[in-house]
């Protein structure tokens, strides 16, 4: 693997209101290589959508990224850089794209406003050639007509087209960087594939590093090339595509692939995880999915395991008592039949 | 653990300063850590027992003075002193609440509201003003009407005797803005309780069944909106007798129309709702689904609404004694407080001011409770 | 555990179950709603929210309603329970047609059918107890009587997974997943036979959808409910339903046996949405069938087959422009609409 | 765009039509009747009843009704009883004074509260913030005729009073122009009638300026929690850029449908602040009208308010799709 | 000062200007005529003038603006009120048959502000206008012994009357209206034509230049006025404004944004006034009295005892001194004190409650219940005392409460609207108890409306009063031409109401008016604030608005 474009170490990010410290991304780590896919995984409040807002330092008050966290863009180290840098890296070097392209597109500007208002910012392109620029865009997105459609408003565009349109904004600075966070949650499953087909397209492209965000296994195995689960504002488990939903190890992983059901094959009954994801601010002691954990013994309950390594790890004290892996899921299903 | 066992250990607990907290109230709130609640108890005692202390004599003639007011405010003082001691003592002895109960949304709120310091604060002043509006005959050696050598007394500078001074016929100040508060807060409270009622069931019927109903009730809204309130107000008061009565119907029967929009709305949105569906697949009757389902969601933005129109209608009063279309005189209320010494605002400008004063102080309190109440209501702010 | 709400329910199932035949029969179900512009309410357009619909669920099964967002699954799930009625069409409902209902017949209908929603947060009122909730529902019905109420309360959380002390506690002290729970005792409160689940578990994550579609085969076994289950995810009717009903721009395309659905889909629409649903075990290989185009608006719908814009069917032709193909029986108890098959 | 405003304007004509009938009822329903201002020891009752039927008051209230309504109808406003004067006269004179008034402080109100809250919003929390805040509502709090007053009493009267009182802050207490207005030349007469204007509007204005800003400051904190503007801040824009650009117009949006119901309410306060700086207004009118059972100048000045709500909500509305693309009328 | 004024009121009948009027007419002499011309005067009124046109107009305000300002009168009344003349060069009577011929001579050379002359045909128009039932000419009463005018030649017209004393009254206050203007107009559209808001002509000292409503009427200089009425006046512009708001007129005035603040109101503005150098307060006595009508019908009113023990009761000084500020005369009757039949050595009943007492005791009214009101039979001594909205009046109101409360009356007050306090009082059925209201009477009077038993159910008669020696006293009064003849009739008139006290006279009104010193020669007295407003002048240095 080449050298990493982005690197993410130790990130925490505390939202500090009156009822306490909401610890949303407590120390995650993660480095992402120029045209790599990295999929992050895991359910809502695991913190994966903190995280990407935390690299581009859109963190509203509370919330804060916590003094030790280092975010580096090549060399550059993100988190020391001043605001202004900061807004010359987000849309330029670092984009990002939302879950909602129906409240991510500003309803009263033109779709062709909003996209060359990058490129007036960030390239200082005249409006011509901006708006030039930015039909080139919504072409390259497979948008039809796109000179057309430049003066059209988002509630004019369908889920799909903003969705395209928010791709064909965050890409108008060419990026190094495009964060996807949940870009086709929204969608239809069909709509959903074209957006997919597009990403990848435009990735292989471009060549661009791309961050994908989701909690659905099925999208993030199609796509990522590499994979970080997250839990609890934690990495549980990093590693290939391949290799995560191939061989899971971390329980939670594991739990999470066998509760899902397939379209490919109807299972006898579904697996559980019991009970549901603790809050944010009184994260369990100890290993914090123990509470849900099949495996979990005294230690998980006391001890903090650590993840190590970055390129296939588990964040779990099966790693170093592998021979505490029996029963497990099969038995949490059987158990619960009764 | 039984209950039984559970409270013997309270009460063993509380053993030790059971006899000094039964002398002062608050100290078991303030034992407790709970320092505003234990500091405003302690205050409001202090303050009644202040009351007794420099007026005894007046506390006292209550017995001689045959005078309902006298014994509505005996009736405060003792029913607050006992209150405070009351709170205090169950804090201390009382059995701590038990988790199991659900928290309900209005809990909730109310714990919200008491974060927000200034709303407190509003709440803190309208306690206040509703406390020293009821015990007015203990709180001044005045009568608000009483007319005494004009010669000698007329437009007295503020003094010790005369904190607000006299105005034009050697009335104090003071007395009058405290009994004006009366008549002030009552056309408010009365006004807003016709308007929010009529306006609730207004709504709710009108968004609930839409349609021809909606419609109809709708446009006799648009027709109320559409005509700028000052002037309907003036045209009915003006032309039916200015009096307490005529202002409080007419108020209340003229500002319903914008609390029935504010339910209309809430209403539209929550007949989509899914627990509105369940309650008609259910088979609920409609009037079920309006009172029990709908309406309880919609008292949020309504008490909201009914805080805010408080603070307005005394504004609007006052607007109205300025035209000499509301309560008459000598009745005092603050608008024609105002009014009377508006006359003389250059040669004694206090009559005028304070009841102003006392008007801003408090709309802004109510303000401020409407606007902690729409923070703590605010259902986008939790789930 | 043979609790109370069983027995009664088995013994009011076998007095009920006279009729033979399907227990939801749907025919030409239709629904428009008008477009109204300006002030003047002057109808513009219709929606045609669904347009057409037939088929029937028989007495235990579940028949899944698979759509894209705005196909009408979920206008068809309503209509099925008469909460809103149809342009055109009857529901016929254990061999009564529901529109001849007057009051008293719906109420004994709304005891008979029931819905759960898809919002856990929106479907649940936020003032009242979940206690309350069950409470006003078991009086409403008189299926409470006095002092027994609280019993069947608890018997009711305690069928769904929740525990007795719950009944004190408000929706917004519950998870996603717990709501949904209590959404479904709700439901359970009057004793149904037909439940209409309207994609319960789409709001929730995976882990607690897991659970949820577990509670409800666990219920449809244990008080043998038949269920209407709507849902946009091909992946959990797999998991849960007897048969499956395809709808696109509110008609149904396709109705089958669910695993011969997923064997081997026959409109060229199932084909395509069930090639796009991703699937972590199959990995970047699989061949997607690519769509092109967006679903047309309901509100103006392509002449002949809805689908024809946008099918990748090699064989498209001017017949399918122009004729609205009808829902045919082929083989094997399937029936597709299309003209190509 | 036209047909939707003429659709408008003929919906409204039931609405007014509603509000003309019920003020005409109200009207006539109260004791008293024009007459009685010339119940003076030297008018004869002879000449009252004269006056009575010259008036048409001696016919049933429901034929009154259909008279009026028929020359109404025809555009015929009818004479003053108390002003013998064609009422349109007045009308005429009267309505661009209110207009003057009512659109100075509207302008007033919204900018001033407009840029009042978005400075609160960005500073939420900041001493700032919660000073603007706190002075909002005390300026909310105050009724607009003491506001007036004290108005005059600080800036008029002993402004002229205090020799060290800077001339510039010394503003006229009443009346639309000076007496000499006549005599000025262009730039004068513009910059004396803004003279005049500025405590009245004050006064008129500076409390709905509060309100203004604390809708603003809602609304755009309620913007600003947008994806929208996350987006625009992922974009790299600057903070001028996201607030200016992209908060603001949406922010604008509620604020815009507070036009509408804002007019009716200033015409209100306009009543109040009229008497006070003697401003010769549609709120005078409408009150002396009032009192002196002045039923046709009643009648035509509740519906020129009611017609100024309306054309106010049209505009309001109109301003709406003016801002937000998504509403089109047509 | 202002108190000595007033006190002397009753013998000056007239009054101008404060002390300082010496000092002043030695400036006055230093400033030569011819620079006494230019500059403009802004009058300002709590109240809008309705009309110019005098078949429309009632109210007070306009009448002075018609008599002084706009048009020109027939005769105006000396400093002493007797008749002098004016339009009218000079005027004959002579008996007929019916009673009298009564012949005025014009003045050549007024004309119409449109230069017209103004001729005999105007007044012979306008009296038959007056006549003519359609015009509802508001004062047509007048006119009422009057049958009818002859036109002789265009500057001489006579009017046959019925005889009665001040006959020559009404030309005082009657302007001849414009016949070539108005002549073509119905008479029933005559109260609502133009020319009495937008256009008038007149032909008087000023012209009319603009009327804006709600603000203002402007008006110029007519140099074209006879030099033999006074020629063209020295003012350039008169403008009278319209300020409801009783600080803003007091701020403007301080400010020197107006010249003349007609009738301060309320009169505790006076002492800001005193207090400013540069302005000054004159003191006006008025035709007005205020007073509280007890209802006669009521039997609580019944007993003229009972009258008298209120008004004993009632400290009419101090109302006076606290709601007038000193500016008023306490009364004693219907007679106001210019008035040459006015009652001088009556002493006004004086403020003794314990007197009032006993007055109520002896007529059978004690507190039995001990609960501070009295009663007699089966009434209680509680009434419901009215007014309109006017602070003056309510303060009355609250201070005879609490009088009244120490005599063991209890009184309801009740602030009425108007109109409908109006329609009330002049009812047939006269349902109220007593209200507090004002009267304004006039030079010539006639109080038969008030307290005559044949008006018992007329619409003035509120007090419901009757007595046949008033009766009998007010016929004769209205004959006699003859003063020293009339005089112990009108004495004993004051007489018996004052022991009956149908009304509790409170005290006659006295009217302060507030002005800027700069402005010169104004001559305010009972005739009109403006009655000499064609005399008026600025000094030269101090005049504004100049162009």
């Known amino acids: 693997m080449s050298a990493p474009l982005l690197r993410v170490e130790n990130l925490r990010t505390y939202f500090h209101t009156a009822e306490g410290v909401v610890r949303a991304v407590d120390g995650v780590s993660f480095t992402l290589g120029p045209g790599e896919t990295l999929g992050i995984v895991g359910e809502s409040g695991c913190g994966k959508t903190v995280a990407c807002l935390s690299i581009l330092r859109l963190i509203d008050p509370p919330g804060r990224i916590e003094p030790d966290s280092r975010i580096s863009l090549r060399d550059r180290d993100l988190t020391a850089a001043s605001e202004g840098e900061m807004r010359s890296v987000r849309g330029n070097e670092i984009s990002m794209i939302f879950q909602e392209p129906m409240t991510s597109l500003n309803p009263v500007w033109t779709i062709g406003d909003q996209i060359a208002e990058a490129l007036r910012t960030h390239r200082s392109a005249r409006p011509a050639e901006a708006r030039r620029r930015a039909a080139e865009m919504l072409r390259l997105v497979g948008i039809p007509n796109p000179e057309q459609r430049l003066d059209e408003y988002p509630h004019q565009f369908s889920g799909g087209m903003r969705q395209r349109a928010m791709i064909a904004m965050a890409l108008a600075c060419d990026p190094s960087v495009l964060i996807a966070d949940e870009p086709t949650t929204a969608l239809d499953v069909t709509i959903q594939a074209e957006i997919l087909d597009l990403l990848a397209r435009l990735q292989e492209q471009l060549g661009m590093g791309l961050i994908f965000v989701s909690h659905d296994l099925g999208i993030i195995a199609q796509i990522a090339d590499r994979v970080i689960v997250m839990y609890a504002g934690q990495v549980v488990e990093s590693g290939t595509a391949d290799e995560l939903f191939g061989r899971p190890r971390h329980p939670y992983s594991e739990g999470l692939l066998r509760a899902t059901p397939r379209v490919g094959r109807r299972m006898r009954r579904l697996s559980v995880i019991p009970g549901s994801v603790a809050s944010p601010k009184r994260w369990p002691p100890g290993c914090r999915f123990h509470p849900r954990c099949p495996y979990a013994w005294s230690r998980c309950r006391e001890d903090v395991p650590p993840l190590p390594g970055e390129a296939r790890a588990s964040r779990c004290w099966l790693e170093e008592e592998p021979a505490r892996r029996t029963g497990g899921w099969d038995e949490l299903a059987l158990a619960e039949d009764h | 653990m039984n209950e039984a066992s559970g409270r013997a250990e309270d009460r063993a607990d509380g053993g030790r300063a059971l006899t000094a907290a039964a002398f002062i109230p608050g100290l078991a709130h303030l034992r407790r850590g709970r320092r505003r609640a234990g500091l405003s108890l302690l205050g409001l005692a202090l303050a009644m027992l202040a009351v007794l202390a420099f007026s005894f004599d007046r506390v006292a003639s209550t017995f001689t003075a045959g005078r309902v007011d006298y014994w509505v405010a005996m009736l405060t003082l003792a029913g607050t002193l006992a209150a405070a001691w009351g709170v205090s003592l169950r804090a201390e002895w009382g059995r701590p609440r038990q988790r199991a109960e659900g928290t309900s949304q209005w809990a909730i709120a109310w714990r919200e509201f008491n974060r927000n310091r200034v709303a407190v604060l509003g709440l803190f002043l309208m306690c206040g003003l509703y406390l020293a509006t009821l015990l007015a005959p203990y709180l001044t050696s005045y009568e608000p009407n009483a007319i005494g050598d004009i010669a000698a007394t007329r437009h007295l500078p503020p003094s010790l005797d005369h904190l607000m001074g006299t105005d034009k016929f050697g009335r104090d100040v003071f007395t009058r803005v405290l009994y004006g508060a009366r008549i002030s807060l009552s056309i408010g409270f009365v006004a807003v309780s016709i308007s929010v009622t009529l306006g609730t069931v207004v709504g709710a019927v009108s968004g609930y069944f839409g349609g021809a109903v909606d419609t109809v009730l709708m446009r006799f809204v648009d027709m109320l909106i559409s005509f700028p309130r000052l002037v309907l107000l003036i045209t009915v008061i003006a032309l039916f007798e200015p009096s307490i009565f005529t202002v409080i119907v007419v108020l209340g029967l003229t500002l319903w129309p914008a609390t029935a929009r504010i339910v209309r709305g809430e209403v539209l949105s929550l007949r989509e709702r899914e627990f509105v569906e369940a309650a008609r697949a259910l088979g609920l009757a409609s009037p079920r689904i309006i009172f029990r389902h709908i309406v309880p969601n919609v008292l949020g933005p309504v008490i909201v609404a009914a805080t805010l129109g408080l603070g307005n209608i005394i504004l609007i009063e006052a607007g109205l004694s300025f035209l000499g279309l509301s309560v008459q005189p000598p009745t005092p209320s603050w608008g024609n407080i105002i009014d009377g010494g508006r006359e003389y605002l250059v040669q004694a400008w206090w009559v005028s001011t304070f009841p102003g004063l006392a008007i801003v102080v408090t709309v802004v309190a109510f303000n401020l409770i409407g606007d902690g109440l729409r923070d703590a209501l605010d259902p986008r702010l939790r789930i | 555990m043979a609790s109370d709400i069983d027995r009664r329910a088995s013994a009011e199932r076998s007095a009920a179950g006279t009729t033979h035949g399907p227990l939801v029969l749907v025919e030409g179900l239709v629904k428009h709603f008008p477009i109204r512009t300006g002030l003047l309410g002057r109808e513009a357009g219709r929606v045609h929210a669904v347009d057409g619909v037939s088929f029937e669920i028989q007495r235990g099964e579940t028949l899944a309603l698979v759509g894209e967002s705005g196909c009408g699954k979920t206008t068809t799930g309503r209509l099925l329970l008469w909460l809103l009625e149809p342009t055109a069409g009857r529901v016929v409902f254990d061999g009564q047609d529901v529109s001849s209902f007057d009051r008293l017949g719906l109420r004994a209908f709304r005891r008979r059918a029931q819905i759960i929603f898809q919002d856990p947060f929106g479907s649940l009122n936020p003032r009242m107890t979940v206690g309350s909730v069950l409470r006003e529902v078991l009086q409403v019905h008189g299926i409470a009587r006095r002092g027994t109420a609280e019993r069947q309360i608890s018997e009711l959380l305690d069928a769904v997974g929740l525990h007795a002390d719950d009944a004190s506690k408000y929706p917004h002290e519950f998870s996603g997943g717990q709501r949904q729970r209590i959404g479904i005792a709700r439901a359970l409160a009057v004793q149904p036979e037909f439940v209409v689940a309207d994609e319960p578990v789409s709001a929730l994550d995976v882990s607690v959808q897991a659970q949820v579609l577990n509670l409800l085969v666990d219920l449809q076994r244990r008080f043998s409910l038949t269920y209407l289950f709507i849902t946009h995810d091909l992946s959990v009717v797999r998991q849960i339903a007897d048969r499956v009903a395809v709808m696109y721009l509110g008609r149904v395309v396709e109705l089958r046996d669910c695993e011969a659905l997923f064997q081997g889909p026959l409109h060229p629409y199932t084909q395509a949405l069930l090639s796009a649903v991703p699937d972590p075990e199959a990995g970047t290989d699989r061949q997607r069938i690519a769509l092109s185009g967006e679903v047309a608006s309901p509100a103006n719908p392509p002449p002949g087959c809805p689908f024809h814009p946008r099918c990748p069917h090699p064989g498209k032709d001017e017949t399918c422009s122009c004729v609205v193909p009808p829902l045919r029986a082929l083989n094997g108890g399937a029936q597709a609409a299309c003209h190509k098959i | ?330 | 000062m202002r108190r000595a004024l007033i006190g002397s009121m009753g013998v000056a009948l007239l009054s101008a200007g404060c002390g300082e009027g010496g000092e002043r007419a030695q400036v006055a002499d230093v400033v030569p005529d011819s620079l006494r011309y230019g500059g403009t005067v802004v009058v300002a009124y709590m109240a809008e003038p309705s009309s110019m046109n005098q078949f429309a107009s009632v109210d007070e305000n306009a009448r002075e603006l018609q008599n002084f300002v706009l048009f020109t009168t027939l005769i105006q009344y000396d400093e002493n009120l007797q008749p002098a003349p004016y339009l009218a060069e000079r005027w004959d009577t002579a008996a007929t048959i019916e009673g009298l011929a009564l012949t005025f001579h014009l003045r050549d050379g007024v004309r119409w502000h449109d230069g017209a002359p103004t001729t005999a045909h105007d007044f012979k128009f306008t009296f038959d206008r007056i006549k003519d039932p359609r015009t509802g000419f508001p004062s047509a009463s007048l006119l009422a012994l009057y049958d009818s005018a002859v036109v002789r030649d265009s500057f001489t017209i006579i009017f046959y009357l019925k005889r009665h004393p001040g006959f020559l009254d009404p030309w005082r206050r009657i302007s001849p209206v414009p016949e070539h203007i108005l002549g073509d107009v119905p008479p029933a559209r005559l109260q609502q034509h133009p020319f009495g808001t937008e256009s008038p002509v007149g032909n008087g000292p000023f012209r009319f230049v603009e009327h804006r409503s709600g603000d203002r009427w402007v008006f110029e200089a007519n140099p074209d006025f006879p030099e033999s009425l006074g020629g063209r006046p020295y003012l350039d512009r008169l403008v009278y404004r319209v300020i409801e708001e009783p600080t803003t007129r007091l701020s403007e005035l301080l400010a020197g944004e107006v010249d003349v603040y007609l009738s301060i109101e309320p009169p505790q503005q006076v002492s800001e006034i005193e207090a400013n150098p540069a302005v000054q307060v004159v003191s006006l006595p008025t035709l007005r009295y205020t007073f509280i009508n007890w209802n006669g019908r009521r039997p609580l009113f019944q007993d003229a005892r009972v009258r008298r023990a209120l008004t004993l009761a009632i400290n009419r000084e101090q109302i006076v001194q606290t709601v007038r500020n000193g500016l008023g005369v306490v009364a004693k009757g219907p007679v106001p004190p210019f008035h040459w039949a006015y009652h001088r050595e009556l002493e006004p009943l004086p403020y003794n409650p314990d007197s009032a007492r006993a007055l109520l005791e002896a007529a059978g009214w004690v507190d039995r219940d001990g609960d501070g009101i009295r009663e007699r039979d089966v009434y209680r001594a509680s009434f419901e005392l009215r007014t309109n909205p006017n602070p003056t009046r309510e303060d009355i109101m609250t201070l005879v409460q609490a009088d009244l409360r120490k005599v063991g009356f209890e009184v309801r007050l009740r602030v009425q609207e108007a109109q409908s306090l109006r329609r009330d009082i002049t009812s047939r059925e006269r349902p109220f108890d007593a209200f507090v209201l004002g009267w304004g009477t006039d030079f010539r009077l006639d109080d038969r409306i008030l307290f005559a038993c044949s008006q018992f159910d007329g619409p003035f008669q509120w007090a419901s009063y009757c007595n046949p020696r008033v009766d009998e006293l007010l016929d004769q009064v209205t004959r006699l031409e003859d003063r020293s003849q009339a005089l112990p009739l009108w004495q004993e008139y004051q007489e018996i109401l004052q022991w009956e006290q149908p009304y509790t006279f409170l005290y006659y009104d006295v009217r302060p008016n507030g002005l800027r010193t700069r402005l010169r020669d104004v001559q305010m007295d009972i005739r009109g604030a403006l009655q000499n407003v064609k005399d008026w002048w600025v000094e030269p240095t101090a005049r504004r608005f100049t162009p």
């Not at chain 4, 008293?32 to 000449?47: F, K, L, N, Q, R």
């Not at chain 4, 009422?87 to 004074?97: F, K, Q, W």
């Open chain 4, 1 to 330: 765009m036209t047909a939707y405003i003429v659709r408008r304007l003929i919906q409204a004509i039931p609405l007014l039509l509603g509000i003309v009938t019920l003020v005409f009822v109200i009207v006539h329903a109260a004791p008293g009747d024009p007459t009685a201002m010339y119940v003076h020891p030297s008018v004869s009752p002879e000449v009252i009843e004269q006056m009575r039927e010259n008036w048409g008051l001696d016919r049933p209230i429901h034929i009154q009704y259909l008279r009026w309504l028929r020359s109404f109808l025809t555009g015929d406003l009818g004479v003053s009883l108390t002003q013998n004067r064609p009422i349109v006269s007045i009308l005429a004179e009267r309505i661009p004074n209110t207009l003057i008034l009512s659109g100075t402080s509207l302008v007033l109100i919204f900018a001033i509260g407009i840029a009042i809250g978005i400075v609160q919003a960005v500073r939420q929390h900041s001493t700032l913030d919660h000073t603007l805040t706190l002075s909002a509502l005390f300026i909310y709090s105050m009724p607009s005729f003491w506001l007036g007053l004290m108005l005059i009493l600080v800036f008029a009267h002993k402004a002229h009073l205090l020799d060290w009182w800077p001339a510039a802050l010394t503003f006229p207490a009443s009346g639309m122009t000076s007496v000499d207005y006549d005599l000025m030349s262009g730039w004068g007469k513009l910059g004396d009638r803004l003279h005049h204007l500025v405590l009245p509007s004050i006064a008129l204005g500076v409390a709905s300026a509060a309100s203004v800003a604390r809708y603003m400051r809602s609304s755009m904190l309620e913007v600003i929690r947008q994806d929208y503007i996350r987006t625009a801040r992922a974009k790299g824009l600057p903070e001028r850029t996201v607030i200016l650009k992209h908060a603001l117009k949406n922010a604008l949006l509620p604020i815009i449908t507070l036009l509408g119901l804002y007019l009716p309410f200033l015409f209100s306060g306009a009543v109040l602040v009229e008497y006070v700086f003697a401003w010769p207004g549609m709120g005078r009118t409408i009150v002396d009208a009032i009192s002196q059972r002045d039923y046709p100048l009643v009648m035509a000045t509740s519906f020129i308010f009611a017609v100024m709500v309306v054309i106010a909500n049209l505009i309001a509305d109109i301003l709406y799709a003016v801002v937000d693309p998504r509403i089109r009328y047509e």
